[in-house]
């Protein structure tokens, strides 16, 4: 993994080797204080590490104790333009702020964005997307290239380093894999600013999904990034069980539940789909760090039970029961699933 400069948004550090987070933001109107508070709770229950709220307008202000009261992770105020809602912000106990400094007028401005957040330790986080980069870059490349969206972040983030500030993330997606993943890479090479993966625009849950493994997890693998989001266009609770998701298959974190099961075949004698989906419906809320393994039939089955903690591999209406590669027991069909939880509540 690269080694980019660590920094901290409350708590929670952020590059330098610290174990990479997984952010979502709220998708509550502004305007609705209680509706967010909610959302952020059920956010940190499903294993979010830093939460980001839009703040259009100074009426959206009064999100960030209601919600810094409510939950114990990280808040990020997401701002455009108004350099005014960035202070305010910090004034009322963000953790970190997402603007861009060309974007908010005169030096004094960023240098007064800067200034506050420096006095806090509030780190800022520079979001380039391919939809709004500047007349001038795009003139120059023609087109969202990755060298266009790594100019435009470099270029703001040279605005903060003018008045000596350097606490900062940066982040450049676009709707399209390969110009992300690109994008990512000449950054990475050009500077260790700690960088923020994600495709912008991904799509709804199922082709989202796959955009941004694709895109975050073969970053990722080349130990390039140190904190993502999911960007779904659903339930944002749904982002950070995708995120959970790409860091347990990569091997980056290592609580919850891995779980196993095999695509079934001509071989499968048991409801094996019915099965698999039952047993990892009823390990979502499991943080036990556990391989499970569910298999179809004797040919994969023990094998990867084997190399689980526990499984169960299919027979003709029944099943074996392993554990740590030994089988417990031969189990009925209808009692596969209520052994298998009772064994791993015991584990």
């Keep these: 993994m690269k080694k980019t400069r660590k920094i901290y948004a409350g708590g929670l550090p952020i590059g330098g080797g610290s174990t990479i987070s997984v952010q979502s933001m709220l998708n509550v109107p502004s305007t609705d204080v209680e509706g967010s508070v ?4 059920e956010l940190e229950k499903a294993g979010c590490d830093m939460i980001r709220a839009a703040i259009p307008n100074i009426e959206a202000i009064p999100l960030i104790p209601a919600i810094k009261s ?18 305010e912000a910090v004034a009322a106990g963000i953790d970190k702020i997402r603007i861009n400094p060309g974007n908010i007028g005169s030096d004094d401005h960023v240098k007064a964005v800067a200034d506050a957040c420096r006095s806090k330790n509030i780190p800022i986080r520079i979001g380039v997307n391919s939809g709004s980069l500047e007349k001038e870059i795009l003139a120059k490349y023609g087109s969202p290239t990755p060298q266009a969206l790594v100019e435009s972040a470099l270029y703001h983030a040279s605005l903060l380093e003018k008045f000596d500030f350097q606490d900062i993330v940066i982040s ?16 990475s090479e050009k500077c260790d600013y700690p960088l923020h993966l994600g495709v912008t625009e991904a ?17 990722l693998q080349r130990g390039i990034g140190d904190t993502i989001r999911v960007s779904l266009t659903a339930d944002p609770v749904k982002e ?10 990569l091997n980056l974190r290592q609580e919850g539940v891995q779980f196993v099961s095999c695509p079934t075949c001509g071989r499968t004698r048991i409801d094996l789909i019915g099965i698999a989906n039952e047993v990892e419906k009823r390990l979502q ?14 040919v994969n089955g023990p094998g990867e039970a084997r190399e689980a903690d526990i499984g169960i591999a299919g027979g003709n209406g029944e099943g074996l029961l392993f ?15 209520d052994c298998l939880m009772q064994e791993i509540d015991k584990m």
């Excluded at 939950?71 to 997401?78: F, N, Q, R």
């Excluded at 799509?203 to 073969?218: H, P, V």
């Design 240 to 249: 950070v069980a995708a995120g959970l998701d790409i860091l347990k298959a």
């Design 172 to 187: 450049m997606k676009s709707s399209d894999v390969d110009t992300t993943i690109r994008a990512y890479e000449l950054a």
């Design 323 to 337: 554990k740590k590669g030994q089988i417990i027991r031969k189990v009925p069909e209808n009692e596969l699933i």
């Design 38 to 41: 909610k959302q952020a709770v």
């Design 285 to 298: 809320g499991c943080r036990k760090p556990i391989k499970v393994a569910v298999m179809g039939c004797a």
């Design 203 to 219: 799509g709804t849950e199922r082709m989202g999904i796959i955009k941004s493994a694709i895109g975050i997890g073969s970053l």
């Design 70 to 87: 409510a939950v114990k992770i990280p808040l990020v105020a997401d701002i455009h333009f108004d350099y005014r809602l960035a202070l």
